[in-house]
């Protein structure tokens, strides 16, 4: 089953208890997910997108870089991505946990929703709670973010591909991002298997 919806901006009509916030960005069947942290940190809160700050852009280039965007900018056009926030409230502070708590049914939904098969975590706190939650792998931080970025790790039913936070990149940061992901995309990251011939009919019957 795939989605219908051809809006890219907050396609699955998201509203959080919170007066201002930057929703999910994209393609509502993408097969990458990239997740941030909240706007206070990669941006969003002027232009309601998503990785739309210094940091963002910088985020952005490395994507278009390797398709996964054909556009960069304030409004990038997407292919087969999808931008979001695990805490999209505008915020003058850092949200604490019970705010992250209380925000984390709606990344949820939204993510579950497009059934990515990649899962692009920016930065520590996303990616640590991407693992957590998406892998069932043991977590324990201090993550090492500069040897994980760029890198491969298998989930449950996700790939996962972490991103060492862009304001702290150095020259090779960029690179090594792309090169990653230039990667995956040439070996079967959908992870997929056809059941069709176990059942009646001659349509095939992908899953993960």
């Excluded at 700050?53 to 556009?71: F, I, K, P, S, W």
């Amino acid at each position: 089953m795939r989605n219908v919806t051809d809006r890219v901006k907050n396609p699955f009509g998201m509203q959080p208890p919170c007066p201002r916030y930057v929703p999910g960005y994209g393609d509502a069947n993408a097969h990458f997910h990239v997740v941030g942290d909240h706007p206070g940190v990669h941006g969003g809160s002027e232009t309601g997108v998503p990785f739309t700050n210094d940091a963002g852009y910088r985020l952005q280039r490395a994507l278009e870089a390797t398709g996964l965007l054909e556009t960069t900018g304030d409004e990038p056009q997407v292919a087969r991505t999808f931008l979001s926030y695990l805490h999209m409230c505008v915020s003058e502070d850092t949200p604490d946990d019970r705010s992250y708590t209380e925000m984390e049914r709606y990344f949820d939904a939204e993510l579950r929703a497009i059934a990515a098969h990649v899962l692009i975590p920016v930065g520590a706190h996303a990616t640590a709670h991407v693992l957590k939650t998406y892998t069932a792998r043991p977590v324990s931080p201090p993550l090492d973010m500069d040897a994980l970025h760029g890198t491969e790790i298998r989930g449950s039913g996700f790939l996962v591909v972490p991103v060492f936070e862009p304001a702290e990149w150095d020259d090779t940061h960029h690179d090594r991002l792309v090169a990653g992901l230039k990667e995956l995309q040439r070996t079967d990251y959908r992870r997929e298997v056809d059941l069709g011939r176990f059942i009646a009919g001659d349509q095939p019957y992908h899953v993960r």
